[in-house]
């Protein structure tokens, strides 16, 4: 069992997390792994770090954190080339085989009580620590907007070393001082030519690799801080780009799935007479709660899936219980207590109190979940969408019973994922065909429906809020939130244990830089019973609306702007900056009646909204919206634009009319006619901008999401007089 | 029976009831059609009939006859794109993309029919067409280009 095995298998969360990177020392710490690119690497090629490999064709760029849509190819093939001097448009780009080489050093914090505003010495030893854990985990995973705090240095550095490499092995060629050389569109430049990258392979041979080359200074920058196209912008465009569900291969057999709507309810009977003879179905196979149907394409292994008959054991839950769960969990003991200041059971002023809940929500990604498995007892290989290849893979060879390395994941772009692609379930199911079917590849397609009942939802909430207010000002706050731990939920599907408070529960409103002389944020976990996981900006989705909703009814109470006092409430430099920069942009001068405004501190980006609504004759009509963050450094405007727009939109759509509901007999939706989503219709004008102004680089695509609910939720306060505190907001209000 | 799939004709057997897009998909390899619902509620799956937008898995293969289906990739290609997938690539519409080979078939029916939309009817005839990763405001405006309306 490898040290990354070991580390993962007392996978900790919260503050228990602290310890791990002392635990397992420095020295292996330290130890780089071995380049993953070397293995069955052509005589005629050569792996200059594990992120840059030169063929005779050219170069290929290894871009290891999973493009789901958000731009994560193009900004990491970005940094690769502007210390490489490649055009990205002209390189080819491979997401490279899973390997703990390309663990993730960002995402392990997010599990852990650090607020990202905190520079504290406490705050960056536990930091550094967590960089550790992921390295010795070797977490291969793309997620909570770490891809570009945790890519920035690394990859203009291997980009830097590989460059220097070439020179290297270009001045050993020619005969001349590396210094005399240069490097331009993908050649070393001499006095008397240029030498294509490709053509320096059999030099590269006989250098060393250049290490820890200096930077380029951003003054300098061709790529990075201005607008890329998208690597994948025309392939897009004109319909060539293929996902997992277009993959075809030899002998490949189409697979679909039917499992009980209650996950491990099991099977009491099945009747597959009728799908087994109809046209072009091969097979109707057991899997794990459920059957395969195997068919010669897709529509006939759908048409097939929906003729079978089962009668399904187990019970599922009920809404009702599960809302008393929560209530319950409100009642009981706290998971966490983060932030505790001053005394709000004694704090003076006027009191209020309210109550919010949020519900179940599917990820839903328009492709739908797809994988395809080719088992023989020497090999597995697997071709999926996924954010977590080593997950997979690890997964994989617990089923098959073989080792790790007789499993291969290539890793295919995703058409979405809002955090879906974490899960693997899928993959388990096309691996459990697979091996009834040795040596044929089985490209596993989930209907809609089996998509949309299966899924691992972002958790229900429910929130407590209470506070006082007192000369024009608020004074204390006081929030509970309960939910289901995402953390508890996710390590047990991967047989892992999760110790410690689960930070998720709290995120977005216990590290929240807002300063009062009595606040207290405290969770509460609700036992495990719907499988949960991470939601696009996990528990700061139901944390912003809960704190953003709970101060802006404050703030009302006390007579007070929305903006000044949120204003005079935040001691944190940039997130008061955001809050001034949308104020600007909308030139607000107060809630007029049509305005609400919203912040929140998530993923270490501050964000504030402002959204203007309209009430009509056939409801509630968006107008405007306008977002400012900080991300330290933009990147790419383009890309930061769609990010936040795209992430705040989504975070309304879903506010207004989405939910899954539990009736005994697993989800209730089925489609995306019962599970709504935003229309081109709704979608107010959007105004982004994101400003960076220095500090550490973070990552976009999650925290444009926390505040839109409440922005939208204040401002139709403001127009209305009705406090919208539960979501779907559509059960209550009507929207045009 | 015969079937015209972007100017050429095809042979096919296939059942009655077998929708458009999976002829498409399965038995022509013609994949810019996808899969997202398979009720008509999402528009992933939107191709030309005679020029006219239709959401191909509502549609019987059976039922269309003579008539002429362009998919995305008869729209245009990567050396010449179409008008509309040309502001979609000038505006980097796309996140994940997979919900864009629908949405430009569905613009470009529009501007068929109506070359110099309002943003009232830009926004009747893109609502049936979901973007789960909400690059609305980029469709919008990639409509608007297409038509060449300035300041889109």
Redesign the interface.
Known sequence: MGLGKIARRSFLIGTAALGAGVAFGVYSYRREGENPLRAGLAPDAAALTPYVLLDPEGVTLITPRAD????AASVQAHLLAEELDVDPAEVRLSPGPASPVYHNGKVAAEGMPLAAWDDGFAARTGRAASEVAGKLMGLHLTGGSTTVPDMYDRLRAAGASARETLKAAAAARLGVPAETLRTEGGRVIWAEGALPYAELIPALAEVEVVQDVPLRDPSDWRHLGRPH??V????????????G??L?LEDMV?ATVVTNPTRGGGVVSMDASEAEAM?GVEAVLPITDGAAVLAD???RA?KAARALRFEWGGAGPRDDSLLEMHAAALDGDRDSAFTDEGDVDAAPGKRIEAEYRVPFLHH?????ATATVRYTPEATEIWVATQAPIFVAEAVARLTGQDREQVTVHVLP?????GHRLEHEWVEQATEIARQVPGRPIRL?L??EQDMTHGFYRPMAMARGRGTVETGQVRSLDLAVAAQSVAESQLGRLGYPALGPDVAIVAGAWDAPYTLPDRRITGHRVPATVPVSSWRSVGASHNGFFLESLMDELIHEAGADPVEERLRLLSHAPSRRVLETVAEMASWNGPEGKRGVAFAFSFGVPVAQIMEVRETSQGIVMDRLWIAAELGRVLDP??AE??L??GA??GI?HAIAAEITFGGAGPEQQ???TYE?????Q?P??EVRALGSGGSIRGVGEPGLPPAAPALANAIFAATGTRLRRMPFSAEMRFA | MRIRVNGTDHEVDFEEDMPLLWLLRDELGIHGPKYGCGIGQCGACTVHLDGVAVRACQVWAADVGAAEVTTIEGLGTEDAPHPVQQAWIDLQVAQCGYCQPGQVMQAASLLNETPNPTDAEIDDAMSGNLCRCASYPRIRAAVRRAAGQEGA
């Open positions: 789901v849509g958000q731009g196209r998208r994948d912008i025309v392939a897009k465009s004109v319909g060539t780009f293929r996902y569900g277009d075809v189409h046209r394409n897709d529509w759908f839903a990604p328009l492709e739908p995703a058409g979405g994922s809002f397609m209907s809609r383009v890309n769609a990010q727009s795209g939109l989504f759509g489609n995306f006619d989503s935003l229309r081109l219709w979608v004008q959007v």
